[in-house]
T-cell receptor, first 117, second 117 residues
């Protein structure tokens, strides 16, 4: 079946503008994760969804960052008033069960490369 | 405190050489899972292996092998007879249950492997 998809693949924006990044998880996967990967760095956890609720938002770096998930499927990560330090690749992953499922394997999308000028 | 340590930032080997990527983790849980992912230049993280904390058997898959040792909290990854297509960043990850009871995956900072023809 189809894997995790993300759009857009690339986004260039001006400082101060808002951006929306979209993630379509694997069908049937109840858990969804957002990560950020800065150039040459590891993965920084942002937020985790179980169904439509977000039990773990601990990784969101500031209140300019928010995310929602509707219908237990598609998720949107919104960054308001973008700053240059927001430039990174934003990765989305999904897994079958998530919460409590320590054994779950996360499957990743191709990422959205965000550049803030 | 860093929970997954990949001390090797970059490794270069000549094609056909064997190479081992180190991963050391830290957890207080008795039930946890360890993962390796490959991130080729295209950017998408590809799942390679999952290993649970109760299974210390080494695993071999083609040219790939993994050595899990609880006594040293290590989960090392060896590529035998390396090929140019193995050039990528490799991430080790630890999955455990967080204080809220949900799965929390912590990634290492990655090891960039360059295989020179």
């Amino acid at each position: 079946g189809a894997g995790v998809s993300q759009s857009p693949s690339n986004k260039v924006t001006e400082k101060g503008k808002d951006v929306e990044l979209r993630c379509d998880p694997i069908s049937g996967h109840t858990a969804l994760y957002w990560y950020r990967q800065s150039l040459g760095q590891g993965l920084e956890f942002l937020i985790y969804f179980q169904g439509n609720s977000a039990p773990d938002k601990s990784g969101l770096p500031s209140d300019r960052f928010s995310a929602e998930r509707t219908g237990g499927s598609v998720s949107t990560l919104t960054i308001q008033r973008t700053q240059q330090e927001d430039s990174a690749v934003y990765l989305c992953a999904s897994s079958l069960k998530g919460g409590g499922g320590v054994a779950d394997t996360q499957y990743f999308g191709p990422g959205t490369r965000l550049t803030v000028l | 405190a860093q929970k997954v340590t990949q001390a090797q930032t970059e490794i270069s080997v000549v094609e056909k050489e064997d190479v081992t990527l180190d991963c050391v983790y830290e957890t207080r849980d008795t039930t946890y899972y360890l993962f390796w992912y490959k991130q080729p230049p295209s950017g998408e993280l590809v799942f390679l292996i999952r290993r649970n904390s109760f299974d210390e058997q080494n695993e071999i898959s083609g040219r790939y092998s993994w050595n899990f040792q609880k006594s040293t909290s290590s989960f090392n990854f060896t590529i035998t007879a390396s090929q140019v297509v193995d050039s990528a960043v490799y991430f080790c990850a630890l999955s455990e249950r967080n204080s809220g009871g949900y799965q929390k995956v912590t990634f290492g900072t990655g090891t960039k492997l360059q295989v020179i023809p």
